[in-house]
Nanobody, 124 residues
């Protein structure tokens, strides 16, 4: 069993920054790839970024590339999503999830444990 808890969301003006955290606990949490996804009401959940368990491999959605950075501190069992130059279209609930396969993935169905989400709202 793996538990994931997101934090760090909030309200920010366009152009601002936020850093989200995903605290993982439970068996194999620190040796799994972790992904971030987001979902706006009325829309499908979409991939944002993932990081391999050692942190050597990352991948980003084109919409956030160059603005968001994913990182992890395995000593703290925490994955971070640093978001800069935020835009109103980044507004969503952000979820972290544990990849059920070796390595990360952009596919939602490859993730087997999910956090409850944290709201990010970017005002124009």
């Amino acid at each position: 069993q793996v538990q994931l808890i997101e934090s760090g969301g909030g309200l920010v003006q366009a152009g601002g920054s936020l850093r989200l955290s995903c605290a993982a606990s439970g068996r194999s949490a620190s040796v799994s790839a972790i992904g971030w996804f987001r979902q706006d009401p009325g829309k499908e959940r979409e991939f944002v970024a993932y990081i391999s368990w050692r942190g050597g491999t990352t991948d980003y959605a084109d919409s956030v590339k160059g603005r968001f950075t994913i990182s992890r501190d395995n000593a703290k069992n925490t994955v971070y999503l640093s978001m800069t130059s935020l835009k109103p279209e980044d507004t969503a609930v952000y979820y972290c999830a544990r990849s059920g396969r070796i390595g990360g993935s952009r596919e939602i169905n490859d993730y087997d444990y999910w956090g409850q989400g944290t709201q990010v709202t970017v005002s124009s």
